[in-house]
């Protein structure tokens, strides 16, 4: 069993930054698949971006592709993900979930595939 704590959101301005946390607690947190999910209300959960156990490989949804990092602390059992030139469209809850699995970046955007989900933390992008 794993859980996961968001934290990190507010309010930020067009072309800002933020870094969100993920907090988990339970067993060996470096074995699981972490990726970070953002809703935004009337819409499906969207998958953002995943970051695999071992040599740490990411991948990004286009909307977020080179203007933010995921990353992990194994040693503190920290998912991160680092934001830059926001963007209003940013705006909307964000959650970071886990999985264990063999192939970490199968169907990693959909939600049905992933075990663990954190409460999320909401991010709002305006001026």
């Known amino acids: 069993q794993l859980q996961l704590v968001e934290s990190g959101g507010g309010l930020a301005q067009p072309g800002g930054s933020l870094r969100l946390s993920c907090a988990a607690s339970g067993y060996a947190f470096s074995t699981y698949c972490m990726g970070w999910f953002r809703q935004v209300p009337g819409k499906e959960r969207e998958g953002i971006a995943i970051?695999?156990?071992?040599?740490?490989?990411?991948s990004y949804a286009d909307s977020i592709k080179g203007r933010s990092t995921i990353s992990r602390d194994n040693a503190k059992n920290t998912l991160y993900l680092e934001m830059n030139s926001l963007k209003p469209d940013d705006t909307g809850m964000y959650y970071c979930a886990a999985r264990l699995t063999s192939v970490c970046f199968a169907r990693w955007g959909a939600p049905a595939s992933w075990n663990y989900w954190g409460q999320g933390t909401q991010v709002t992008v305006s001026s």
């Open positions: 970051i695999s156990t071992g040599d740490g490989a990411t």
